[in-house]
T-cell receptor
Framework: GEDVEQSLFLSVREGDSSVINCTYTDSSSTYLYWYKQEPGAGLQLLTYIFSNMDMKQDQRLTVLLNKKDKHLSLRIADTQTGDSAIYFCAEKPGFQKLVFGTGTRLLVSP | EAEVAQSPRYKITEKSQAVAFWCDPISGHATLYWYRQILGQGPELLVQFQDESVVDDSQLPKDRFSAERLKGVDSTLKIQPAELGDSAMYLC??????????????????FGAGTRLSVL
């Protein structure tokens, strides 16, 4: 079945690291994505990881993938107030459609 | 930087009226997607076009929703008649290859800013 789960809310202080978690269910997912959505806006792709990788780093972003547990995480180093947004993980089983999680609202306080 | 264009940004309508949304994908992108995002949820695919052909409309409520991409470029999504439960953000996305195609990152989808629909 298709079901991507995320925690609803995360609050951190500016300068701390943020870790947003995601659990997916389709073991055939070949790509997993992280998107960011600011209020009233569309989705912005942050990063993605192919299923044969365990980790991907891109500047302040680190993605960890645990295929055995079907667990994906996004770590944001040195979190800034501008990082406050909703973060969606999404899985893509083969050539099928993207399936999004419910989103994690990240609030960064000064 | 190329973007997916959508209009209008906001639309307020009364139930039973007709509404239409427009999307212009990134130039050269063969695949176009329409998503509906209900407040507090992730986007859900309504319809996917490969060029001018529909490849997935399994979640499109066909009794009231219609979508077209006549020349394989821009697209229109229509709701007639609108119902209260249609209030949502309607997002358009495009990708280079799409269904069954190659492409780095599993064919990345780029999203427009969306149309926020309120049905009163």
């Amino acid at each position: 079945g298709e079901d991507v789960e995320q925690s609803l809310f995360l609050s951190v202080r500016e300068g701390d690291s943020s870790v947003i978690n995601c659990t997916y269910t389709d073991s055939s997912s070949t790509y997993l994505y992280w998107y960011k959505q600011e209020p009233g806006a569309g989705l912005q792709l942050l990063t993605y990881i192919f299923s044969n990788m365990d980790m991907k780093q891109d500047q302040r972003l680190t993605v960890l993938l645990n295929k055995k547990d079907k667990h994906l995480s996004l770590r944001i180093a040195d979190t800034q107030t501008g990082d406050s947004a909703i973060y969606f993980c999404a899985e893509k089983p083969g050539f099928q459609k993207l399936v999004f999680g419910t989103g994690t609202r990240l609030l960064v306080s000064p | 930087e190329a973007e997916v264009a959508q209009s209008p940004r906001y639309k307020i309508t009364e139930k039973s009226q007709a509404v239409a949304f427009w999307c212009d994908p990134i130039s050269g992108h063969a695949t176009l997607y329409w998503y509906r995002q209900i407040l507090g949820q992730g986007p859900e695919l309504l319809v996917q076009f490969q060029d001018e052909s529909v490849v997935d409309d399994s979640q499109l409520p066909k009794d009231r929703f219609s979508a077209e991409r006549l020349k394989g470029v821009d697209s229109t999504l229509k709701i007639q008649p609108a119902e209260l439960g249609d209030s949502a953000m309607y997002l358009c996305a495009s990708s280079l290859a799409g269904f069954g195609g190659p492409g780095g990152g599993g064919d990345i989808q780029y999203f427009g800013a969306g149309t926020r629909l309120s049905v009163l």
